[in-house]
């Protein structure tokens, strides 16, 4: 078996390894390279990096998608949130000016709002 040159540096950290992992140097050294050898036999290896770079790409895709619709439907909302403010200023600051706002119930919020669209439409 030919001799593998490695650099003190590298040695060094293969020495450090091996020690965390309580074996010798030359064990570590041929389980890496039977790991290697091993992985780049592999048909998986080779096709692994295209495919999470697919999945990848659609899952980025679906979610630029989806925040683009969460966008438009939460700019919608605030455009109906505040045609609805103004309607219900509009209608209920000459009449209920000393109401609490936070007393009023859903239902009569929306008694307010349908006859005020009932008093636009005259």
């Known amino acids: 078996m030919p001799d593998i040159r490695l650099s ?9 390894i091996a020690a965390e992992k309580e074996m010798s140097r030359n064990k570590l050294v041929n389980k890496i390279i039977e790991k290697y050898v091993e992985a780049s ?8 990096p295209d ?3 697919s999945i990848v790409k659609d899952e980025i895709k679906k979610l630029d998608d989806t925040s683009t619709e969460v966008i438009k439907d939460m700019y919608v909302t605030i455009i109906k949130l505040r045609k609805i403010t103004e309607t219900l200023e509009t209608f209920m600051l000459p009449e209920y000016n000393e109401v609490d706002y936070d007393t009023l119930k859903t239902n009569e919020l929306l008694t307010l709002i349908e006859l005020s669209e009932k008093q636009k439409k005259r």
């Open 41 to 48: 036999d592999s048909f998986v290896s080779d096709i692994l």
């Open 51 to 53: 495919v999470v770079r």
């Open 8 to 16: 003190n540096d590298l040695m060094s950290k293969v020495d450090k």
